[in-house]
């Protein structure tokens, strides 16, 4: 590929449509979470600049949750009476101070808006796939054919650290096959945990053939290096190429590390971008890398400190799970994270906190795959993908109640038993949330009904809310204090507000479910788990899911406010944005 080919995605007519694409979210986003109010005028809104000189008129539906759907066509920028372009990078620098960019954040706030812009772009050269097609185009499909990233933040595929042909490589819409790079670790500073009855040796040559550990024994043989001192580990290949390779070049020199080379497997990246799927062998373990590139408000790193607890913690929400019969009858699976590896670098844990990124780039974790558990006729998809929307404004949703032949509340029921049941139970039985975004729920359909959901992504995401949960001492590091009136928020913003808000929205655009039928129907599915559950009624009263209001908690003015840490992760709540509040959408049932 010459230099000029690794930008042919970016022509001005495609930039043209990504930028509108991306201001109509910015309008809508920023709109919902109170950073600019947009004035009626006309049949419209208008939404003014700073300086009040620049004018952005556009049209919109207003919804349940205070959710503005803006039409992307009807988008118009003036100033001074002559229109202009619209243009992603000047609509954040003339409103810079309504948005709350500092100095020091809004240069790289406006990286990653034109990273977010060049992936769209990549992304509108792409076959053009109809939903009625892609609902069977198999799990890894439908992953790679993602197009819009979180629904919430504006710049949510900054990506800051690729260049374009790692891009071109490593980002999931490319679905570029991926080989990992393996690295021997010194027993001395690297360590391995695994879940109940997993051993080191057996799991590795498992994972990775016993050709290819034999070839890596001989690569440390030949250098007079004994295999049994050595763990083996799994890098993403930008991480050895610009970070260990040079980061920790002494580690390298002192053979503390020994580069061994590619894996045979070839892997994709998920949506979460560090994350990759085995597609040489799809029964075997998902991959998830330390990643030191900065993505929606985390650099994307693992904590070798943290992996120690990761399988014993998954283990523990397993046995949970499996033993709760509620729980079991939704059908709910987790999908555990078996083993995990990491390396601690002594110079640099010396030198900087438990938080700081140099702490967080040698890890990896093996997580179980949802191949393996499927029945006859069952296929998989990842929950983001009901909010995709193909190029003729049809979604991924709609397509799924099309092909299952139900009602659309019948269809919206089963996927809420399956989906929101569970986490409504985990929570009032047990104080344990988890982090159920799009990208963490596997759902696994037949005929284009969902039959049962797959939980992922445990042990970073999950946390218990009571502070005097007794809990073993391994897993005492989910526990978190939460105040009690912000403990219900994990339903609240996590899910109706960061992802029905946007699915009911779009079901009622196409004419396939209003939004009342939406939630009526999940507050239907709310109250057929409390009556099936009295014994929890107590809990019910005291944490109200059908209250008339709650706290509006706003993700964009996190990363707005620090695009390098958004969240203290062991404080999650001290670092919310909470503005006003908003209307229940189920109350009035």
Not at 160 to 169: D, N, R
Not at 433 to 440: I, K, T
């Amino acid at each position: 590929m010459t230099p000029a080919d690794a930008v042919a995605h970016l022509s001005p007519e495609r930039w043209e449509q990504a930028n509108r694409l991306l201001v109509r979210k910015a309008l809508a986003e920023f709109a919902h979470e109170r950073l600019i109010t947009p004035e009626p005028e006309g049949e419209g809104y208008v939404v003014r600049s700073d300086d009040g000189l620049t004018a952005y008129r556009f049209t919109a539906v207003r919804r349940a949750l205070d959710h503005w759907q803006v039409d992307a066509g009807s988008i118009t920028r003036t100033r001074g009476g002559a229109e202009l372009p619209l243009a992603a990078l000047d609509f954040c620098i003339e409103l810079r101070q309504s948005l709350g960019l500092s100095d020091e954040i809004l240069p790289v706030y406006l990286e990653e808006i034109s990273s977010t812009l060049s992936g769209t772009c990549y992304k509108l050269t792409k076959p053009q796939v109809p939903v009625a097609e892609l609902v069977d185009a198999g799990f890894q499909a439908i992953e790679t054919g993602m197009t819009e990233g979180h629904p919430c933040f504006v710049a949510n595929n900054g990506r800051l650290g690729f260049g374009v042909h790692e891009y071109l490589s490593y980002a999931p819409e490319t679905a570029s096959p991926v080989r990992l790079v393996w690295l021997a670790a010194h027993r001395s500073r690297a360590a391995f945990t695994a879940g109940a009855g997993i051993e080191y040796e057996s799991f590795l040559r498992q994972e990775l053939g016993e050709g290819t550990v034999e070839r890596f024994h001989g690569q440390l043989a030949a250098q007079g290096l004994d295999p049994a001192d050595y763990l083996l580990i799994p890098v993403h290949p930008w991480q050895w190429w610009n970070k260990l390779s040079v980061t920790f070049a002494a580690e390298v020199a002192r053979r503390h590390l020994v580069c061994l080379g590619e894996g045979e497997d070839a892997y994709l990246a998920q949506q979460s971008i560090r994350t990759f799927f085995n597609t040489s062998h799809p029964e075997k373990h998902y991959v998830k890398t330390a990643l030191s590139v900065l993505n929606m408000g985390f650099m994307r790193g693992l904590s070798a400190a943290y992996m120690e607890a990761t399988p014993a913690i998954n283990d523990w929400l397993a046995r949970l799970v499996e033993g709760d019969p509620v729980l079991k009858a939704t059908g709910l699976t987790i999908i555990r994270e078996r083993a995990a590896v990491g390396y601690r670098h002594l110079e640099y844990e010396q030198a900087t906190d438990r938080y700081s990124p140099y702490r967080k780039m040698l890890a990896a974790l093996w997580r179980e795959s949802p191949v393996p558990s499927l029945a006859e006729g069952e296929s998989l998809a990842t929950m983001a993908s009901l909010l995709h929307v193909d190029h003729a404004g049809a979604s991924f949703a709609a397509a799924l109640v099309e092909r299952s032949g139900l009602e659309p509340q019948e269809w919206l029921r089963r996927y809420l038993r399956a989906y929101y049941t569970p986490l409504l139970h985990s929570f009032y039985a047990y104080d344990l949330v988890y982090m159920p975004h799009g990208e963490n729920v596997i759902l696994v359909l037949r005929d284009g009904v969902v039959q049962r959901a797959v939980y992922k992504d445990i042990a970073e995401e999950i946390a218990v809310l009571d502070p005097d949960a007794v809990l073993p001492p391994e897993v005492r590091r989910i526990r978190v204090e939460v105040p009690e009136d912000q403990k219900l928020l994990s339903v609240f913003t996590d899910v109706f507000d960061c992802f029905f808000r946007f699915l009911a929205a779009q079901l009622a655009a196409e004419g396939v479910l209003t939004e009342d039928g939406f939630w009526r129907t999940v507050a239907e599915v709310t109250r057929e788990y409390q009556e099936a559950t009295p014994q929890l009624a107590e809990k019910f009263a005291r944490y109200d899911l059908f209250a008339p209001e709650f706290a509006l908690s706003c993700l964009n003015r996190l990363q707005l406010r620090d695009n390098r840490q958004m969240v203290d992760l062991a404080d999650p709540s001290g670092a919310l944005q909470l503005v006003g509040t908003v209307e229940n959408p189920i109350a009035g049932y």
